[in-house]
């Protein structure tokens, strides 16, 4: 059993608090992440880990509370700092550009490196062309290590599923961050590619902090180090998936909405 | 590879040698053969690198240079075997192909929409104009410049509205820069001659060092048109470089993400208020260039000229030629240098009354249908056939 880490987390919320007009979607939310430990953030539907995690990359701003991330130095970020802040995404689905190869797709994840200027550009200086190769041979790096690699000159619309899956991992990691979001990494995905994705995930928590939102518990239970159990906007119950499965409070949440 | 590049590089010097001797034949003046001759022979070879895919792959920025050069002397050595009419055409389109790379890079790259790209090819016209006024002597090229950081300007402080506006919205604020624009023009008569417009002082000629290899025929008109035909296809080379270089860049990754996903393209780091004003800066500065041109060209400058029509026919020429593409653009500079011939040719066979009312509309008509068709037919334009027809015939 891992206990909680004793270095500074990589992303805190303190007391976040959402209303979206009548509707109390979050109340005093507090957890953090640290690095090498991978959080689920899981709940019925409707208890707000969505939006949980939408406050946590800037995309829904807290009535009250704040999102910080201490090893950056930033507090309630907003999305387009996030990448320079070390932390990157995945969206619901995929959320790739569809109309960009693969490969491009994944080379969107560098966007933020140096040499990307836009005099440089447009004089073809070369730093800039230096940059875009080396941009370029990192991209198809990474999609050789999630082994995508053959998938790389495709168009997002043309490969399967759990492909694509995987080039929203690669590009997420291509800003090398310290902590990644993953929005419901295991949805549509099969048993294969299912235990695939665990060990990728769990790989990953050599080099990074990982906080994910899922609801397929049999995905969760074995991969996480830490729970954070949401229901009706609240914290109900946060620790190890041990301590979680026996929590009173969290059997009592899941009873009363599952068939 | 090295027999590769060796043999190319040997086919390629045998059409340079018989590109030097065509050209050397046509031509009436020894020291433009010769010119246009080594040109020729230079670009044979470098062109014959540039099939290479690995020396495509690993010098981009080489390729460009050596691909736009290639276009810009092909049309060069074309301007002077034409006659004065083909080549002022021919510098109207080159200008026009100006103004459509950025149009086809604010909406191809970026998805934003402008109606008012005539309008700001207006900016450059009448900066040209009015510079010329106050200072004659000032050289082609920071008139070009400047004419083009005008367009900019104009752009970027149209263009920050543009952050907050989309799709329609954005359309409808482009649209009435566009109807403006010549009641913008009016409340500065004094600057702008009104509704007559300015004449340029004097004609644009060419430097001394240029004019001596046109021979002693140097201020006919046919040469003086050549002249200006070269100036046209010459800037719009280096337009054309820059925009592929912008294109492959980051840059011109950035603007594609937006287009395609603004949620995630903001994940990985991209500004959308300043992708989209960046994107609306250049289009305006590459219009405004284009303005300034065809004000170079016609050595006037008339308010009636960049009309609302003048952006809708932009619009259509960038979708008819293939939208977001480089070779898009350059399609629709050529239809347009040879629609007014076309027209008029089309006006005598079809034995119309040129002052009649379907002569006067036939441009609209033939454009209007050719948009149709492009949308319905080739949704990518004549660069997306083209491309299509030539993987199909690869594949076989």
Redesign the interface.
Known sequence: MTGPSSTTPLLALEGVSVRFGGLQALRDVSFAVSPGEIVGLIGPNGAGKTTAFNVA?G?VRPTSGRVVLPAAGVISPR??Q???AGV??T?QGV??????TVL?NV???G??RP????V?????LPR??R???QLRHDAAAMLERLGVASFAAALPGSIPYGVAKKVSVA?ALM?EPSLLLLDEPASGLDEAELSDFASLIRDLRATMGVLLVEHDMEFVMPLVDRLVVLDFGQVIASGTPGEVRVHEAVIAAYLGVEE | MARVVGSRLGVGLALSVVAVVIVALLSSSTRLAVALGLGVAVLGVGATLVSLPAVRR?H??VT??LISVVVVDLAVVLTFRVSATSNSNVAIGAAMAIVLLGLSFLTGSSGQISLGNGAFMGVGAFTVGIWADHHATTPLVVVLVLATVAGALVGLVLGLPATRLRGPYLAGMTLAFAVAFGAILNVFSSWTGGDSGLQLPSAVVAPHWLASYFGPGASTLTTSSAWLADISIVVTGVAL??MA??F???????M??V???D??????????PRARV?AFTVSAAYAALGGALWTLVNNAVSPSTYGFVLSITILSLVVIGGIGTIPGAIIGGIIYAFSAGAISWLTAHLGLNPQGNVASQLDGIIFGGLLVLTIVFAPMGIAGLVRHGWRRWRRG
């Open positions: 990359c995309f999305a387009t996030l990448a320079r990157a995404r969206l959320g790739l550009f569809p109309h960009v491009e080379m969107a994840g966007q933020i040499g990307g200027g836009f440089a550009g447009l004089l073809g800039s062309v940059a875009e190769r590009r800003c | 690993d981009p920025v460009r240079a470089f820059l270089n912008l492959a860049s980051r840059t011109g990754r950035a594609r993400l287009r395609d996903n949620v995630a393209a903001e994940l990985v780091g991209v500004s959308l960046v």
